[in-house]
Nanobody, 129 residues
Framework: QVHLVESGGRLVQTGGSLRLSCVVS????????MGWFRRVPGNEREFVAA????????YYAASVKGRATISRDNSKNTMYLEMNSLKTEDTAVYYC??????????????????????WGQGTQVTVSS
């Protein structure tokens, strides 16, 4: 069983920065494609960023590209999302997700929420003006 726990969400002012963490237990973390998603109540879950198993390939949503950096430390079974120049529209619950299936034919960029089979409980990010 794979278990994901996010942390780092907090209240921050516009223009500020934060770093979210996702610790993964169980399974072979370094083989997983990992992703960050976010959801505002009443809206669909939105893709934020994704990273392949060795961290050599990353992909970002247009809404955060240039302001976000996804990374991972396979020695610590941990993934990160650093965001800067935060905007009020970044306010959401942020979720990390793992795709534990080996599917080299499916690119990181083509994995929507349904392609991830394990999810964390979420961490709240609130950006105030």
């Amino acid at each position: 069983q794979v278990h994901l726990v996010e942390s780092g969400g907090r209240l921050v002012q516009t223009g500020g920065s934060l770093r979210l963490s996702c610790v993964v237990s169980g399974g072979a973390f370094s083989s997983y494609v990992m992703g960050w998603f976010r959801r505002v109540p009443g809206n669909e879950r939105e893709f934020v960023a994704a990273i392949n198993g060795n961290g050599g390939y990353t992909y970002y949503a247009a809404s955060v590209k240039g302001r976000a950096t996804i990374s991972r430390d396979n020695s610590k079974n941990t993934m990160y999302l650093e965001m800067n120049s935060l905007k009020t529209e970044d306010t959401a619950v942020y979720y990390c997700a793992a795709d534990t299936r080996t599917r080299p034919y499916l690119s990181v960029a083509d994995r929507g929420p349904g392609e991830y089979d394990y999810w964390g409980q979420g961490t709240q990010v609130t950006v105030s003006s």
